[in-house]
């Protein structure tokens, strides 16, 4: 054996992408699985799930606060009471099924996913939206924004 040789053959290339087809749909299945559980186990119950480590140190709501009664709220069909939690990770969920979508297609091609929603100055836009998302939701003015 040679130096740097680990003593395994490299994958062959159908392998991998047979793989990388499969990987949108294990995602989603893991998805699935853990909205299941959020909807089967109330957030809104004390002690199922940890608090927000931000806002069990600072007192201000985190951009995902929320996110859990929203995704439980959706599970049980109440989509306004869902918006109320989290407007803004409930405004997303359009845009990450579209993505996936992206996604599922790229990889039956074989290709990576390329999409006008993956471009920098569109990555920019939206971290600002969460940034003033995050500060507006924590001011007086915005209490509507808070889970």
């Known amino acids: 054996m040679t130096a740097g040789h680990t003593g395994t053959r490299p994958m062959p290339r159908s392998v991998g992408r047979r793989r990388a087809r ?10 699935l699985g853990a909205a299941c559980y959020v909807s089967a186990v109330d957030p809104n119950h004390p002690g199922h799930y940890p608090t927000c480590p931000f ?8 951009p995902g606060c929320g996110s859990l009664r929203m995704i439980h709220a959706i599970g049980h069909g109440h989509l306004a009471e869902a918006f109320g939690r989290n407007p803004l990770a409930f405004a997303t969920l359009p845009f990450l099924a579209y993505l996936w979508v992206r996604w599922v297609w790229a990889a039956r091609e074989g290709r990576p ?34 889970p």
Do not use: D, E, K, M
């Not at 499969?22 to 998805?31: E, F, G, R, S």
């Not at 001011?139 to 808070?146: D, E, K, T």
């Open 113 to 146: 996913v390329r999409s006008r929603i993956l471009q920098p100055a569109v990555i920019v836009g939206f971290t600002v939206v969460i940034l003033l998302f995050w500060v507006v939701r924590n001011l007086p003015i915005g209490r509507a924004l808070a």
């Open 55 to 62: 806002l069990a140190l600072t007192g201000y709501y985190c």
């Open 22 to 31: 499969w990987t949108p749909y294990a995602v989603l299945a893991a998805v």
